[in-house]
Nanobody, 122 residues
Framework: QVQLVESGGGLVQPGGSLRLSCASSGRASSSAVMGWFRQAPGKEREFVARIIWNAGITRYGDSVKGRFTISRDTAKNTVYLQMNNLKPEDTAVYYC???????????????WGQGTQVTVSS
């Protein structure tokens, strides 16, 4: 059974920080790339970050560069998203995803988590 389970979302004030976690199991745990996406109400799903599992090479969306950091713990089959200096526009449901090869688009990801809500508000 394939599973991606996100955790760590919540309510935070502007300028604050949160760390999201995504634990993978089953076939998802052998994926080549793990990524984070987000979707705000009325908007399209947006790429946030990705990491090549074995090499640790990362890539970020322009809107989060310098504020978010993706990392992984290979022993725990878990990927993290450290989010600093959060802004109200970061409010969205954040999804973890796994791909069996280097993805060019969201449609290239094979597995998706259920999502975790992040709300940035004072």
């Amino acid at each position: 059974q394939v599973q991606l389970v996100e955790s760590g979302g919540g309510l935070v004030q502007p300028g604050g920080s949160l760390r999201l976690s995504c634990a993978s199991s089953g076939r998802a745990s052998s994926s080549a790339v793990m990524g984070w996406f987000r979707q705000a109400p009325g908007k399209e799903r947006e790429f946030v970050a990705r990491i090549i599992w074995n090499a640790g090479i990362t890539r970020y969306g322009d809107s989060v560069k310098g504020r978010f950091t993706i990392s992984r713990d290979t022993a725990k089959n878990t990927v993290y998203l450290q989010m600093n200096n959060l802004k109200p526009e970061d409010t969205a449901v954040y999804y973890c995803a796994a791909a069996s090869r280097i993805p060019d688009a969201a449609t290239d990801y094979d597995y998706w988590g259920q999502g975790t809500q992040v709300t940035v508000s004072s």
